[in-house]
């Protein structure tokens, strides 16, 4: 390269420079998107200064070329980098100003989806069952109406029973059809769940564990703490070699799981026709006990009814009035309050 | 049975403190129902009324003038008028403190110029019920001045039992004495019983002939002769006031004493108005009447026992007493009947005339048949005591057989298997010694040998409970069943019968549980009155008459108790049986339903959506297809169904029924607006019911697999069709779905639009196509052809015009 070219060079070299040097500046001096495009434009442009010297790399001695290029190349990468930083910049303010228009008043109530409410006599069913199943029980279901055969004959009440005739029970109006109905008996409303331990060993071939929850009837006069339907939740266990002392156990292991490490219980000697020995349950509620439960060996004249051997299998039986534990445990006042049905109630429970 | 503790100790020694008393017992099955304490009761004494007069201007309290034994002109106001003078009223003196807080003073009312110097006492200021209907009118016999407090029996303490039917043992002191005795070891005293005699011998004098052996296995009678009826001496009468029986007369009560302290009802006939002193136990005639010491004409049936004299009935057996051969002031010569009756008969007699007394209360459950001669002579002995009787020699018994209790075998081994425990042989014998159970060790069996008391020890069964009750129910050591192989859990319907439950929640439903119970009232109300419901025999109140057939009558009464509690929101839904006549099965028929209700305005989201929509049909059907949806089953609703298929009640245009499977498992709809207002509930009411079985049949029937995921891209389509008014919407997108072939994938009817362009009585229906394939991604000439085919179909079926 003679001399003459290389001070050309130079001197192109130094006006790239100085467009850059102006280019940058002017970019980020732009105030807004608009003035960004105008400097743009003002660099890069058709007419520029820069698309001349570019235009021209043709017409230059062979030797200047790469220098020019290289310089061209190195000072669009700045100018556009100067360019995408302000427009960053940019975007970010109108982002920022979207985001600020689209503010909401967060104290204003959710979209709401209602969720009905679980009815706590339902809640005290499945609370049950479910520390019934963890300890490998079952559950079965049977009618609410039911036959005299089924509600007391079976289960060790026969007709001039005590308890029978002094149980309220409330009967129901029903041709006896055929022959078999007959012979169970008049038609009722069961007044205990018991029943299903009939029609349960009837179907099934033991061992069994079942937990029986259901509705029944009693023909009481409706207060504070009687109702004339109300429910029960009882359990059926018959094995080869149950005992009193596991029927105690059981209990125990559920009274500690449902209701809390502390309720202890304690049993006494009762009376009901399909167990023996019968035993009433207390519950340590804080300074008091309370009564909770009956409960017992299965009688083994339930057994016969029913054509299990006594002398083979041997079980135990108890029942929870369901009201009385919803009430305990929830602070329900009045037994009414789960038949009224009012919403405000309803909405306690989850 | 109320245990006064004075009398507990004159028979066995017990521990002082009552609640230790009650405890032990409570352990051994006798559970205490209340311990009442003395009453507080200083400064309230008899009084005896002299005088009553009105007070000028009160109309409502009069003046009485009482001898309180010091004074005797005390002039006290009462608001009470049933009593007059010469009658004997309790006297809260000014200074005492009645037991519900009341503290008595002179009070003077200025407006009407009178002081009263105390206060006289109902039964309820007394703490002694519920009664304020008048002044308690005390006995005449009742000393002026003297503390009311011993008078009524209510300065001791009494310890309340609850027994249990299977021992009426223990429905008398000597019972409870027994198990207390056993539990503390101690001797229990038995009230002497020997009887000084003269005369002639009962035998001679009356006679007993027994008709019917099985309803009266024993009947035995005494004779006491030169009776003088008076009141009772005040010991006698404060225990049986203490022990809750009202004191008449010393014959009366000896008997009741008796019956009190030994089990044993007896009963004292006016042996001068006994026809032909001869006493005739046999069944009643249908129809016969006998009138009972209560004055009342009882006509008897055939399962009745009658106790007759020569000329007819004179008492129904073991229930009560006849009016004619009632001891009265006069009586002399007395025929004491100390029987034993057989327990289902007096239960039935009782039950069937409504009828219930001590006597029928004990001998329903069972009476010592070992103790009549016993109980008999105990009470002659006291009518010798207080009466002046001379008892005449001899006991008239007439038994069935020999009364000597029961020998029955117990195998220590049962014993042991069906306790959980270890005791040997010995112990269990050395347990049931101590309530006179005495047993012998032989092999492996002990031989027991059970008193008569014990009516209720029949079987082996019934001594294992008394070795459990012996030992201690808290002794038995606790265990859990080892039985490793079982497994627990909900059946598959169980569980799908939850998830039903939590869709019923998430459909904003809240559960409630409504009476089985329905009237005829509410029915009516329904338009029901027609259909076919199983009726009880005995209700307690007309509103319980019937079963509900439908979970939906109360469910609607639910939601009319909130209504009118100014709830505007209510939405309910309930599980139940229901039943319905089934003349010739065994049970009427029974079946699982779910029905729900919306009732109001929907008031969730009022600055959403709007402060309050009131709820329609397509509430119901959205709950009903997202119970649906949460089953993964198919809920059709079809509208407009035939008549019959939707209960009466409702909105002809806005019900309909819920099929599955092409089959009726429900109906919904909204209420009818008369009947709405029948009920007392809103315009806007809308309910469903739908059988629970065929839901979890179809969603255990399902067979759910993951399938495959089409990575292709999908294409949508909107079309809008104009049809006529009449066209149901579902029936077009059925159309649509039916000529879609593989590709479709989903049809959404996103607008219904009626007016300007489209003419009147046709509405645009706007649909969203969407178009997958699970091969491909699909191309506009795969999907243009179907797309045309569905709309020449929609064209075909329903003159539908595309809206361009």
């Not at chain 2, 110029?113 to 009742?142: K, P, R």
Request: charged share 25%; hydrophobic share 45%; with cysteine.
């Amino acid at each position: 390269m003679d001399t003459e070219t290389a001070a050309d060079t130079d001197g192109i070299l130094a006006e790239i420079e100085d467009i850059a040097t102006l280019a940058v500046d002017a970019i980020r001096d732009a105030g807004d998107p608009d003035a960004l495009e105008a400097a743009k434009a003002a660099v890069y442009g058709r007419k520029s200064r820069l698309t001349e010297i570019r235009r021209s790399i043709g017409s230059l001695p062979k030797a200047a070329k790469p220098a020019v290029g290289a310089a061209l190349n190195k000072i669009n990468e700045r100018i556009d980098a100067a360019i995408a930083d302000r427009a960053a910049v940019f975007a970010a303010a109108a982002e920022q100003r979207l985001l600020e228009s689209e503010a909401l008043d967060l104290t204003l109530p959710g979209r709401r989806r209602r969720m009905g409410h679980r009815h706590v006599i339902t809640k005290v069913f499945q609370e049950i069952a479910d520390v019934f199943v963890g300890m490998g029980y079952r559950i079965a279901e049977g009618p609410e109406v039911e036959t005299a055969w089924y509600s007391f004959d079976a289960l060790n009440i026969p007709p001039t029973h005590p308890a029978r005739l002094g149980m309220d029970t409330i009967y129901v109006d029903h041709p006896a059809g055929t022959a078999a109905a007959a012979t169970e008996g008049e038609v009722l409303l069961r007044p205990h769940t018991s029943p299903v331990q009939i029609r349960l060993m009837e179907t099934e071939p033991p061992p069994l564990y079942y937990i029986v929850p259901g509705r029944v009837f009693r023909n009481d006069t409706v207060d504070a703490t009687h109702a004339s339907q109300f429910h029960q939740i009882e359990g059926l266990a018959i094995d080869r070699d149950l005992s009193f002392g596991d029927l105690a156990g059981t209990i125990e292991r559920f009274c500690h799981e449902y209701f809390g490490p502390g309720f202890d219980i304690r049993l006494f000697p009762d009376f009901f026709p399909f167990t023996e020995p019968s035993a009433g349950l207390e519950v340590r509620w804080g300074e008091s006990w309370l009564e909770i439960a009956g409960c017992g060996m299965v009688d083994p004249n339930v057994l016969e009814a029913v054509g299990l051997d006594p002398e083979q299998w041997q079980g135990f039986a108890w029942g929870f009035g369901v009201e009385r534990i919803a009430m305990l445990r929830y602070g329900v006042p009045d037994i009414r309050w789960f038949t009224d049905n009012d919403v405000r109630f309803l909405e306690r429970f989850t | 049975m109320k245990v006064p503790m004075s009398w507990l100790r004159e028979l066995v020694a017990v521990p002082e403190d009552v609640d230790t008393v009650a405890a032990v017992l409570q352990d051994r099955g006798l559970l205490t129902e209340e311990v009442h304490r003395p009453a507080a009761l200083d400064h309230v004494v008899v009084a005896q009324v002299k005088e009553c007069r009105p007070i000028e201007g009160a109309r409502s309290v009069q003046l009485v003038v009482v001898d309180d034994g010091e004074t005797t002109d005390r002039e006290v106001m009462c608001g009470a008028f049933n009593f007059g003078p010469g009658d004997k009223v309790p006297l809260a003196l000014p200074g005492s403190r009645l037991p519900n807080g009341m503290e008595i003073a002179v009070r003077t009312v200025a407006s009407l110029g009178v002081t009263s110097h105390g206060m006289l006492c109902a039964e309820d200021e007394l703490g002694l019920g519920d009664d304020h209907s008048g002044i308690l009118v005390l006995d005449a016999a009742a000393r002026v001045g003297s503390p009311v407090s011993s008078v009524l029996g209510l300065d001791e303490t009494v310890l309340e039992l609850e027994i249990t039917p299977n021992r009426p043992d223990c429905m008398s002191m000597l019972g409870v004495a027994r198990e207390a005795g056993a539990a503390f070891g101690a001797e229990v005293a038995l009230p002497p019983d020997d009887v000084v005699t003269s005369g002639a011998g009962a035998a001679e004098i009356a006679s007993v002939v027994v008709e019917d052996p099985r309803r009266c296995p024993r009947y035995t009678a005494l004779v006491v002769e030169g009776v003088e009826v008076a009141p009772s001496p005040p010991w006698l009468a404060r225990r049986l006031l203490a022990a809750g029986v009202r004191p008449i007369n010393n014959v009366v009560d000896v008997t009741n004493y008796v019956l009190l302290e030994t089990g044993q009802p007896l009963h004292a006939f006016d042996l001068d108005r006994v026809g032909g002193a001869r006493i005739v136990v046999r069944t009643a005639a249908d129809g016969e009447t006998v009138t009972t010491l209560d004055g009342q004409d009882r006509t008897c049936a055939a399962t009745d026992l009658l106790i007759c004299d020569a000329d007819g009935p004179v008492a129904l057996a073991g229930v009560m007493g006849g009016l004619d051969s009632e001891v009265s002031a006069g009586t002399t010569r007395i025929l004491l009947e100390s029987a034993n009756f057989d327990s289902a008969s007096v239960l039935l007699t009782s039950k069937r005339i409504g009828l219930r007394s001590e006597a029928s209360a004990r001998f329903e459950r069972g009476v010592d048949p070992g103790g009549c001669v016993r109980a008999a002579r105990r009470a002659a002995r006291l009518l010798a005591e207080l009466a002046g009787g001379e008892v005449r020699p001899g006991v008239i018994d007439v038994a069935a057989h020999e009364f000597d209790g029961r020998d029955l075998s117990l195998r220590p081994a049962r014993v042991n298997s069906l306790l959980g425990t270890d005791l040997d042989a010995a112990t269990m014998a050395s347990l049931l010694s101590s309530i006179e159970i005495t047993a012998t060790v032989d092999d492996d069996v002990l031989h027991c040998h059970v008193p008569t008391f014990r009516v209720d020890v029949e079987r082996e069964i019934d001594l294992v409970e008394e070795v459990a009750r012996l030992h201690g129910y808290n002794a038995i050591e606790r265990t859990l069943p080892a039985s490793p192989d079982r497994v627990g859990g909900l059946d598959p319907t169980q569980a799908a019968e939850r998830k039903l439950r939590t869709a019923l929640r998430a459909a904003g439903l809240d559960e409630a549980q409504t009476t089985s119970f329905v009237s005829d009232a509410l029915y009516e109300s329904l338009g029901w009155a027609e259909q076919a419901r199983v009726e009880l025999v005995n209700p307690l109140r007309e509103e319980d008459r019937y079963l509900r057939t439908s979970l939906v009558p109360t469910l609607l009464q639910a939601a009319a108790y909130n209504v009118a509690r100014q709830v505007e929101s209510v939405r309910l839904h309930e599980l139940g049986s229901v039943a319905a006549p089934a003349a010739g099965d065994a049970l009427p028929d029974q079946t699982w339903r779910v029905a729900l209700v919306f009732c109001g305005s929907d008031l969730d989201n009022p600055v959403h959506t709007g402060r309050a929509r009131p709820f329609d049909v397509f509430d119901t059907k959205g709950a009903v297809e997202l119970v649906g949806a949460a089953l993964g089953i198919d809920l059709a609703i079809v509208g407009l169904a035939p008549d019959g298929a939707v209960p009466p009640g409702m909105h002809p245009g806005r019900s309909g029924v819920v099929e599955l499977d092409g089959a009726r498992i429900g109906w919904l709809g909204e209420l009818h607006p008369r009947t709405a207002a029948a009920l007392d509930l809103p315009r806007a009411v809308a309910v469903a019911e739908l059988d629970v079985a065929p839901l979890l049949r179809a969603h255990l029937d399902r067979d759910e697999q993951a399938g495959a995921l089409s990575p292709f891209p999908a294409t949508a389509y909107d079309l809008a069709f104009v049809v006529d008014e009449a066209v149901p919407a579902g029936a077009v997108v059925a159309t649509l779905e039916s000529e879609g072939a593989a590709v479709l994938r989903e049809v959404r009817l996103f607008d219904v639009y009626r007016g300007e362009p489209v003419p009147p009585g046709r509405k645009s229906l706007a649909f969203e196509l969407r178009f997958q394939a699970a091969d491909r991604t699909l191309r506009d000439d795969d999907v243009r052809p179907v797309v045309d085919a569905m709309v020449a179909a929609a064209q075909r079926h329903h003159g539908a015009t595309l809206r361009s």
